[in-house]
């Protein structure tokens, strides 16, 4: 017994130095790298994901080739946000524009250990009845159909988060080893229409849900509106106990990425140290929403690649 004892407390050892020579080692390799090589290497393997970085505003968004266009969107993708540790606040925009009904999907909140804010343009192929439309599989908008959109996230502890403007489908911004309950977030959404019948469309549903002429402003076809508080009947996702829980358990596993990664202090030398020493977190990480086999795939591809 006192030999076998002795066998594994010199293993236990063993691994011990051998996984403090390996850490030692990582961190040396990121600290190498100049910014523009892991700037280049982030976005390497943010794209398989569907994700770039912007290492100006330190975000990470989605690329407008994302391989989530592919699936569209349906309710039931954030009826199971909070079993993936997504609190979040969601508007749904529904209206009827060229024999089509269109859903302007727009979200903020807590996604995991990242924080951000999402809008997405889908649509049916025909008009769907409103009691239908929770229960309809809207397609992503093809490329002759994204617009100009533009999200500005502010909180109430750290001001403007960030501010992103790109022409997109599905435009998204998440900041890394931040929590933030939605509650505190405000975001500012702006759409250029490609003309006045559909910014119409669009005015007339936002106005039903709600919003007021202080959360709209009009300029052309160009809309700006302020979302805080959620007006649509479909909101809250989940009960407000199992909403902070699910912030609770995010908070934690915040602090438990910040206090691992405590080597480096900014955004991209965290996640290329997690990426070398544990790529399963990594990948968790990096990818806020729930991916396929095929983006699984790719990121192997790319691991092998980078080394």
């Known amino acids: 017994m006192y030999k076998l004892l002795s066998i594994f407390i010199l293993i236990a050892i063993l691994f011990l130095i051998l996984n403090h020579c390996r850490k030692k080692k990582i961190i040396c390799r990121v ?16 794209e398989p994901f569907g994700f770039c970085y912007d290492h100006c505003q330190d975000v990470f968004s989605t690329r407008t080739d994302a391989w989530q266009r592919t ?3 349906g309710k039931l993708y954030d009826l199971a946000a909070p079993s993936m540790n997504m609190v979040l606040d969601t508007e749904p925009v529904y209206f009827n524009y060229q024999k089509k009904t269109w859903l302007f999907q727009f979200w903020k909140g807590q996604y995991g250990i990242t924080a951000g804010a999402e809008m997405g343009i889908y649509h049916a192929d025909t008009i769907v009845a409103p009691m239908l439309r929770g229960q309809t599989m809207f397609q992503a908008a093809e490329e002759r159909e994204m617009l100009p959109m533009r999200i500005r996230l502010l909180s ?8 992103l403007s790109h022409i997109h489908w599905w435009l998204t911004g998440f900041l890394v080893g931040r929590c933030i309950p939605p509650s505190e977030m405000t975001a500012e959404y702006t759409i250029t229409f490609p003309d006045m019948e559909m910014c ?9 849900l709600g919003y007021g002429w202080n959360e709209i402003e009009l300029d052309g076809t160009t809309l700006h509106f302020i979302f805080s508080v959620p007006k649509s009947p479909e909101s809250p996702l989940s009960p407000e106990w199992r909403q902070k829980f699910v912030l609770w358990k995010d908070r934690l596993l915040c602090r438990i990425y910040l206090r691992f990664t405590r080597p480096f202090s900014t955004t991209a030398d965290r996640l290329l140290y997690l990426y070398y020493y544990l790529p399963f977190a990594f990948r968790r990480t990096i990818c806020p929403r ?7 795939k790719k990121y192997n591809s790319s691991r092998r690649s980078a080394y």
Do not use: I, P, V
């Open 290 to 296: 729930k991916f396929k086999k095929r983006a699984w």
């Open 156 to 163: 109430d502890c750290c001001g403007q988060m960030f501010c």
């Open 200 to 208: 119409s469309s669009f005015l007339t549903s936002l106005t039903e």
């Open 31 to 46: 600290r190498c790298m100049c910014a523009a090589e892991k700037c280049r290497l982030l976005n390497e393997l943010a």
């Open 71 to 73: 699936f569209g969107y």
